[in-house]
């Protein structure tokens, strides 16, 4: 299984950016997929998932401005990033689990907030 992820970028405080990644291959029996976030000098954490039947789960530090979504049939999850600020700043990485429990990452893509 491959994993592009795309959307990162500059935004200022306040902004809002959507992430997406698309998974290929041996693309069958995907059950959760995921955002985690890593920063300069920080460990990599969890900012949300989305299992198959739509169950979420996210960071506190993200809840009520983040919203993970996902297209099954595009094999697609995608993150939109409301009211973005510097602490949001970090490497975004998207993640899934197979039902047989194989764990993919994607390759990473930057997300800067700064005025």
């Known amino acids: 299984v491959q994993l592009q992820a795309y959307g990162g970028g500059l935004v200022q405080p306040g902004g809002s950016l959507r992430l997406s990644c698309a998974a290929s291959g041996s693309t069958f029996g995907i059950n959760v997929m995921g955002w985690y976030r890593q920063a300069p000098g920080k460990q990599r954490e969890l900012v949300a998932t989305?299992?198959?039947?739509?169950?979420?789960n996210y960071a506190d530090s993200v809840k009520g401005r983040f919203t993970i979504s996902r297209d099954n049939a595009k094999n697609t999850v995608y993150l939109q990033m409301n009211s973005l600020k510097p602490e949001d700043t970090a490497v975004y990485y998207c993640?899934?689990?197979?039902?047989?429990?194989?764990?993919?990452w994607g390759q990473g893509t930057q997300v800067t907030v700064s005025s």
């Open positions: 993640k899934i689990v197979t039902r047989l429990y194989d764990v993919y």
């Open positions: 989305i299992f198959t039947g739509g169950t979420t």
